[in-house]
Antibody, heavy 127, light 112 residues
């Protein structure tokens, strides 16, 4: 059974930092791209970032570029999201998810969907 | 970014009756490889999203056959043939043809 368990959420002041972790089990972690998706309170879903199997490629939504860093440790079957310069609008439940699918065009390829999600970690940015 | 628009935003259904949710994308989701990258998720109350349908019409593992997806290009539909109490929650469509992946606003389904 695929299991993804997030941790590290909490209350942080605007401008502060927080690091989320996601522990993966039940599948060969090193074989999959992985993503972070967030959901603001009472709102919809927003894909945040993803990372290639070996960590050599990463993509981010524009709103977090330069502030958030996705990383992974395949020896520990773990995914991370380092969040710096946090803003009130970053308040959300953050889900880690496993990437699936593959589509290529003009020499550029990317995964196409998310098949398994963790239970989420709440990050609250407030003074 | 591709904009995904769902209608209706809420739906109240009598158990045993059908339900239908529409999703429209601002660009075609048909890729040059012949596949259409449209997905449906259900977020049950207090839970994380779960995959229902991938590539327009393929049911994910364990998804009951009362769920079906259809459509092409920019217009897609999720249908539940006979709604059950366990189907309540918020349904999201998502496009996977371009990054960033984007979701519809969600359609909340509850039971009358």
């Amino acid at each position: 059974e695929v299991l993804l368990v997030e941790s590290g959420g909490g209350l942080v002041q605007p401008g502060g930092s927080l690091r989320l972790s996601c522990a993966a089990s039940g599948f060969t972690f090193s074989s999959y791209w992985m993503s972070w998706v967030r959901q603001a309170p009472g709102k919809g879903l927003e894909w945040v970032a993803n990372i290639k199997q070996d960590g050599s490629e990463k993509d981010y939504v524009d709103s977090v570029k330069g502030r958030f860093t996705i990383s992974r440790d395949n020896a520990k079957n773990s995914l991370y999201l380092q969040m710096n310069s946090l803003r009130a609008e970053d308040t959300a439940v953050y889900y880690c998810a496993r990437d699936k699918g593959w589509a290529c065009s003009s020499g550029s390829c990317h995964t196409t969907y998310l098949d398994h999600w963790g239970q989420g970690a709440l990050v609250t940015v407030s003074s | 970014d591709i904009v995904m628009t769902q209608t209706p935003l809420s739906l109240s259904v009598t158990p045993g009756q059908p339900a239908s949710i529409s999703c429209k994308s601002s660009q075609s989701l048909l890729h040059s490889d012949g596949k259409t990258y449209l997905y449906w998720y259900l977020q049950k109350p207090g839970q994380s999203p779960q995959l229902l349908i991938y590539e327009v019409s393929s049911r994910f593992s364990g998804v009951p056959d009362r769920f079906s997806g259809s459509g092409s290009g920019t217009d897609f539909t999720l249908k539940i043939s006979r709604v059950e109490a366990e189907d309540v929650g918020v349904y999201y469509c998502m496009q996977g043809i371009h990054l960033p992946r984007t979701f519809g606003q969600g359609t909340k389904v509850d039971i009358k």
